[in-house]
């Protein structure tokens, strides 16, 4: 059972902190068939409480996630910025993205200023507890109260960890949200990827310090777990 927005009350039921743009539909789709409490922040910051919550959260490369960002407001007529970034190129959209002169917190949904709201250093933001620029507390929030830090591009292997930390089953995967008319990123303006990275640099740096942790944590099984986990994504990749 998903509990979406809720103050967590009971250590028995982490906080899946969903990051915009990070796979998270997919995920509730998942956690929808639970028995589990699971509660479901998406409009909500790390917050610290004093019994122990536990909390885990997905990743994902920034300059993906923003480019993402861009094709999927301009597939999706009911987003409240539809129609302006409709208007834009994707390199007016990281333009307008790099612009420092707009204040980086949330305008009104219509308000094109929320651009950079929405794309720039937000998975900072989200596990700081709302400071887009200060990677050193988001990085000490991972450590001290995140069971779990997946990524969108290591799905499968991230998806093994929730079911080995949790208990939770998965018999398949339905992606949600996903937009089918996005070019793939190697068919991205090499110059755009690194404006997009320039300007994300704390998000850039949040993700590859998780990546390594991550990374660390794979080698690091035994034998034995080791074989469910080749087990586990031969099942989902077929």
Do not use: C
Not at 135 to 151: P, Q
Not at 192 to 220: C, G, P, R, T
């Amino acid at each position: 059972m998903i509990i979406f927005d809720k103050e967590a009350t009971n250590p028995e039921n982490p906080v899946f902190l969903h990051i915009p743009k990070t796979g998270g539909k997919t995920l509730w789709d998942l956690f929808g068939r639970q028995q589990d409490t699971i509660h479901v922040w998406h409009n909500r910051y790390f917050k610290e409480y004093q019994k122990p919550i536990r909390f885990f959260t997905f990743l994902r490369d920034p300059a993906d996630r923003v480019i993402s960002s861009y094709y999927y407001i301009r597939s999706y007529e009911r987003d409240a910025l539809y129609q302006k970034v409709n208007e834009m190129t994707l390199q007016e959209f990281v333009e307008y993205m790099q612009d420092e002169e707009i204040k980086n917190h949330r305008y009104k949904k219509n308000d094109i200023r929320n651009i950079r709201y929405r794309t720039v250093n937000l998975a900072t933001r989200y596990l700081s507890g709302g400071d887009p620029i200060d990677v050193e507390k988001a990085k000490r929030n991972i450590s001290k109260h995140f069971d779990l830090v997946g990524f969108t591009d290591m799905y499968i292997e991230s998806l093994f960890f929730i079911h080995e930390i949790y208990g939770w089953k998965f018999s398949a995967i339905n992606r949600k949200n996903k937009t089918n008319s996005r070019p793939e990123m190697d068919n991205i303006d090499p110059n755009i990827i690194q404006s997009i990275e320039q300007v994300n640099h704390h998000d850039k740096e949040l993700y590859e310090w998780a990546k390594q942790h991550f990374i660390k944590k794979l080698n690091s099984l035994d034998k034995d777990t080791q074989k469910e986990l080749n087990k586990w994504i031969r099942q989902f990749n077929t």
